[in-house]
């Protein structure tokens, strides 16, 4: 682990100045600021709601089973859909456009 | 009041880590075995072990505790936790992978190419390590004292002694062993109870009822909660956890980063699974006892539960299951806090220290050792000392510095290439000293009163964290000279995918 400036950083510059990569890079920022966004919204909805909605919250839908403990419930299922799809999104669309950049780039960077 | 059975399970969990951790030390060689685990452990095996790391004191005791004392709407808390984890995972999990670095300190070295800043982090990691060691040694000598009527010394002098042998046995790659089986101890421990207890429940037709409607207590009642506490402890969930030590050294243990994101998806499951068993043991807790006995703490309501329900062999049955449960809980967090505090004490102190007294010819691993050592015994003499504040809250401080540290110094290390030495410290100073302060008097109990000082310290990330963000930035834009020469270098090596490159 160096601190110094190597062949290899100088590398990884070029390839950072080159337009595909910043493409690449929008691709990235694209799918993960507005999910990030999303994520936090939703869940501090939950906890604006349990603090102001308390009535809402505990309407009964059925059985032993009101509107908050099923909003609870979701906020688990999000969370773990949101991963999902995030491990999925970069196994099929971003690691491959990566791989392609850098078959692109083959030569010129390496 | 010995319950026999509990001690039993209690004493079998202790021995099975002691038992894997002895293994571990014939397969862990290299440097990296130690503390990466070599970077080759499987997805499902690391996801356990992370999870049975995560799972601490706070979410097999604590959680219940809080939804049992103030309402079913504390769900959040448990949904926090794996928010947190979320966060880490989009933002801050791949540019950290890419930089190469093993720990935190590591990567504020790399990044701000500054060794005082570097000692600056070693030093937050070590603080933030014995804030969260603390609720898992006083949740030992909570769950002990109640199994048996010890006192509450035993519990955590048990735990941290058990500990200090399975880390220095055999390192990252026993602990990942270790922790890995813990989970699933604990999810066995707290969900098969539940099931047995909801079925009593369920057939006993004098049973009270579950009605959620009297579970939901507004969170605008009762002390520490509110729009303002509900919300500080928010942010530090969701910041904190990615400037937990423990947490993100996680993230080197697998191979790459496909499956660095494969494990966080298992992970989320794992914890997403477990948390559904908690509110189960607060909502009988409150149906079949509206108070506590005399004496017992709403964070032993997990173990308590059985015998709100059933007697006799049953009930002691039940609650061994959970004592063990509860005791792997607190052995695979201290276990994972401890390796992540010696490494730092053993990498800074140590290895520095040690040949200016001892001579250069050591034994090998002589300074992990007494690094592991004293590791653990600065927090347990803490908890000999304090009286527990109540174990979620204790470790929703050590999120809040966190939250306050590192998490402006990762995520504008990582997003932000204005970034300078100097706001960096500047940040990391600020951050520290406010929420440790805070965290200190909470501890020290000065905040036991209504007034919003005692709440902005009780509760201090919301506070604190902005202003650590604010100082970073405000300072780095002052010093624009001094961002660290290298920074295009190393943003671009963050942020080049690695398959680009390899």
Not at chain 1, 50 to 64: D, Y
Not at chain 2, 130 to 159: E, H, S
Not at chain 2, 488 to 502: D, G, I, K, Q, V
């Amino acid at each position: 682990m160096s601190t110094k400036p190597t062949a290899t950083s100088e590398a990884y510059v070029a390839v950072q100045q080159s337009p595909e990569f910043q493409s690449l890079r929008r691709k990235f920022r694209g799918f993960v600021f507005p999910a990030t966004a999303f994520f936090l919204a939703w869940y501090f909805l939950y906890v604006l709601l349990s603090i102001f909605a308390p009535g809402f919250m505990n309407k009964h839908v059925a059985g032993n089973v009101s509107v908050g403990l099923i909003f609870g419930f979701l906020q688990f299922v999000t969370t773990f859909a949101i991963t999902f799809m995030y491990a999925r999104w970069a196994n099929r669309e971003f690691d491959p456009a990566a791989e392609a950049l850098g078959d692109h780039l083959d030569g010129s960077a390496k | 009041m010995t319950q026999p059975l509990s001690l039993a399970a209690i004493v079998a969990v202790c021995v099975a880590t002691l038992a894997i951790g002895s293994y571990g030390l014939r397969i862990s060689r290299a440097t990296s075995d130690f503390y990466v685990a070599g970077r080759q452990v499987t997805p499902w095996r690391n996801a356990s072990a992370i999870s049975g790391e995560y799972l601490s004191a706070a979410s097999f005791l604590g959680v219940a505790g809080l939804v049992y004392s103030r309402g079913i709407d504390m769900l959040w808390f448990p949904i926090g936790y794996t928010m947190g984890y979320l966060v880490l995972l989009v933002l801050i999990a791949a540019p950290m992978r890419r930089s190469g670095a093993y720990t935190l300190a590591d990567f504020a070295e790399l990044r701000l190419e500054s060794r005082r800043i570097r000692g600056l982090c070693s030093a937050l990691v070590v603080g933030i390590g014995w804030f969260y060691l603390i609720p898992q040694l006083q949740g030992a000598g909570i769950a002990l004292r109640q199994v048996t009527g010890w006192p509450t010394w035993v519990g955590g002098t048990v735990v941290s002694v058990v500990v200090a042998l399975a880390v220095s046995a055999g390192g990252m790659r026993s602990i990942t062993l270790v922790q890995a089986m813990q989970y699933w101890v604990k999810v066995t421990a707290i969900s098969l109870p539940a099931f047995i207890l909801l079925a009593v429940w369920r057939a006993d037709p004098a049973a009270p009822s579950l009605d959620p409607a009297t579970l939901w207590v507004s969170a605008g009642t009762g002390p520490g909660s509110g729009l303002y506490a509900t919300y500080s402890t928010l942010l530090a969930l969701c910041l904190g956890t990615m400037g937990l030590p423990h947490v993100l050294v996680r993230f080197y243990t697998n191979p790459d980063g496909r499956d660095a994101r494969r494990t966080t998806v298992v992970v989320l499951g794992l914890l997403g699974m477990f948390y559904l068993f908690p509110p189960v043991y607060a909502a009988l807790g409150r149906a079949y006892a509206s108070r506590l006995p005399e004496g017992a703490r709403t964070d032993g309501i997990v173990l308590l539960a059985p015998h709100l329900l059933l007697d006799g062999t049953s009930a002691n049955l039940l609650s061994a299951l959970l004592a063990g449960g509860a005791f792997a809980a607190f052995l695979s967090t201290a276990s994972g806090l401890a390796m992540s505090v010696a490494g730092i004490l053993d990498q800074d102190v140590a290895r520095r220290l040690l040949p200016r007294f001892a001579g250069e010819d050591l034994p090998d691993r002589l300074g992990i050792r007494l690094a592991t050592v004293v590791g653990l015994a600065v927090p347990l003499v803490v908890t000999w000392l304090l009286a527990p504040v109540g174990l979620a809250s204790t470790v929703g401080l050590a999120f809040a510095v966190a939250a306050s540290t590192f998490a402006p110094l990762l995520a504008l290390g990582v997003w932000w290439p204005r970034l300078t030495t100097a706001g960096a410290t500047a940040g990391l100073i600020v951050g520290s000293v406010t929420a440790s302060l805070a965290a200190g008097a909470t501890l020290l109990g000065f905040t036991s009163d209504d007034s919003w000082l005692a709440l902005l310290l009780a509760q201090p990330a919301a506070w604190s964290a902005p202003l650590a963000f604010v100082v970073t930035i405000a300072v780095s834009l002052l010093t624009p000279g001094a961002i660290p020469p290298h920074t295009r270098a190393t943003m671009a090596r963050l942020h080049t995918p690695e398959s680009l490159l390899t």
